[in-house]
T-cell receptor
Framework: EDQVTQSPEALRLQEGESSSLNCSYTVSGLRGLFWYRQDPGKGPEFLFTLYSAGEEKEKERLKATLTKKESFLHITAPKPEDSATYLCAVQAVNSGGSNYKLTFGKGTLLTVNP | DSGVTQTPKHLITATGQRVTLRCSPRSGDLSVYWYQQSLDQGLQFLIQYYNGEERAKGNILERFSAQQFPDLHSELNLSSLELGDSALYFC????????????????FGPGTRLTVL
């Protein structure tokens, strides 16, 4: 069974204090690893897709990296508006060609204080 | 705005009742997914439809059912509701099928918050 574990569960940073979120995964065969941002009461907002070990993607203050066992979301010089829950999900190679379901971790709640 | 729409935003009902949640996918997307998010379980996959056909089932209760219509919108039907069914229900859509890349990015709607009293 596919498993995704995110750490830490919660992280408090001061504005400008860089840090990283971790997502470790176990999957039979990886199609893609996805990062989403979720604000309270809202739907997950897509950030990145990674599908090959060694791959990196960047968007503003966020950079996502991927190894064969885990992914990191690096946040550089965060601002209060970066406060949200960050979700990691994997899409596995399953039987059934068009089954693209996502298995999510429980997320990291990031709070950035001004 | 992801382009995925869901109605209603909020739903309050009583135990034993039946409700229907509606989702319209992004233009051009053929796959629709339903997820349930509760505080203790996180986001859990329920069911997937592709171009009108059921393609995958996850942790969906027998009291729950879904369908995708010819215009590609989807409905999730929840019956004999229990207190534990209170949660956020999200719909996501993606290109899906043969048109998808090796991976298939899903875009989520704003969700329906269901409260069962």
């Amino acid at each position: 069974e596919d498993q995704v574990t995110q750490s830490p569960e919660a992280l408090r940073l001061q504005e400008g204090e860089s840090s990283s979120l971790n997502c470790s995964y176990t999957v039979s065969g990886l199609r893609g690893l996805f990062w989403y941002r979720q604000d309270p009461g809202k739907g997950p907002e897509f950030l990145f897709t990674l599908y090959s070990a060694g791959e990196e993607k960047e968007k503003e203050r966020l950079k996502a990296t991927l190894t064969k066992k885990e992914s990191f979301l690096h946040i550089t010089a965060p601002k209060p508006e970066d406060s949200a829950t960050y979700l990691c999900a994997v899409q596995a190679v399953n039987s059934g060609g068009s089954n693209y379901k996502l298995t999510f971790g429980k997320g990291t709640l990031l709070t950035v204080n001004p | 705005d992801s382009g995925v729409t869901q109605t209603p935003k909020h739903l309050i009902t009583a135990t034993g009742q039946r409700v229907t949640l509606r989702c319209s996918p992004r233009s051009g997307d053929l796959s629709v997914y339903w997820y349930q998010q509760s505080l203790d379980q996180g986001l859990q996959f329920l069911i997937q439809y592709y171009n009108g056909e059921e393609r995958a089932k996850g942790n969906i209760l027998e009291r729950f059912s879904a369908q995708q219509f010819p215009d590609l919108h989807s409905e999730l039907n929840l019956s004999s509701l229990e207190l534990g069914d209170s949660a956020l229900y999200f719909c996501a859509s993606s290109v899906g099928g043969l048109a998808a890349l090796w991976w298939d990015t899903q875009y989520f709607g704003p969700g329906t918050r269901l409260t069962v009293l």
